[in-house]
């Protein structure tokens, strides 16, 4: 098993342009989630899934959509790209075990933005 | 929003000192998970914790969700270098599922040898 895939690795953008943040896991896990983690402030939560077809905001959706159109992926698409949205961005899943699951994190996007 | 207060922020020690890194909220969590992050790495679940009061050993790591499910601790015995890395605490949203985590901003140790 690949685990929880991310790609790109770096990418850098030029402020108002678009791009897709690819994430794909291969452990049929019902739940998926983006985060995004700046210097000092922890991961925050961008968006997130419970399964195919359902999406809902998490604590910093501006600028970004999802959509999870299948159980194995959940892109991240960013509409406009803007300084602000120069990150770390961790794709996450996991299955649901009443309260104990494991979150298994991909390795993460480097998204530079000038 | 529920917060999560880590502290400290940064913590620089000597091979086989302990040491006891806090994780704090005024909210109630319905679990509480650490994780430990390498440089240019996601980070790595620990363990999770869902009762008040649940004591979990890993090893030389000993973790704490206090009684009233608001905060949480994380001691380490004898300090290895090895245990260099970034340690988040990440609380669970009540009604159970852990897809929706609140995390700490993090405390950044360093075992120096």
């Known amino acids: 098993n690949a685990g929880v895939t991310q790609t790109p690795k770096f990418q850098v953008l030029k402020t108002g342009q678009s791009m897709t943040l690819q994430c794909a896991q291969d452990?049929?896990?019902?739940?998926m989630s983006w985060y995004r983690q700046d210097p000092g402030m922890g991961l925050r939560l961008i968006h997130y899934?419970?399964?195919?077809?359902?999406?809902d905001q998490g604590e910093v959706p501006n600028g970004y959509n999802v959509s999870r159109s299948t159980t194995e992926d959940f892109p991240l698409r960013l509409l406009s790209a803007a300084p602000s949205q120069t990150s770390v961005y961790f794709c996450?899943?996991?299955?649901?075990?009443?309260?104990?699951?494991?979150?298994?994190f991909g390795p993460g996007t480097r998204l530079l933005v000038l | 929003t529920q917060l999560l207060e880590q502290s400290p922020q940064f913590l620089s020690i000597q091979e086989g000192e302990n040491l006891t890194v806090y994780c704090n909220s005024s909210s109630v969590f319905s679990s509480l998970q650490w994780y430990r992050q390498e440089p240019g790495e996601g980070p790595v679940l620990l363990v999770t914790v869902v009762t008040g009061g649940e004591v979990k050993k890993l090893k030389r790591l000993t973790f704490q969700f206090g009684d009233a499910r608001k905060d949480s601790s994380l001691h380490i015995t004898a300090a290895q270098p090895g245990d260099t890395g970034l340690y988040l605490c990440?609380?669970?949203?009540?009604?159970?599922?852990?897809?929706?985590?609140?995390f700490g901003k993090g405390t950044l140790l360093t075992v120096n040898p």
């Open positions: 899934s419970v399964g195919a077809g359902i999406t």
């Open positions: 996450a899943s996991s299955s649901p075990r009443g309260g104990r699951e494991t979150q298994y």
């Open positions: 990440a609380g669970g949203r009540s009604g159970g599922s852990n897809y929706k985590l609140t």
């Open positions: 452990m049929n896990h019902e739940y």
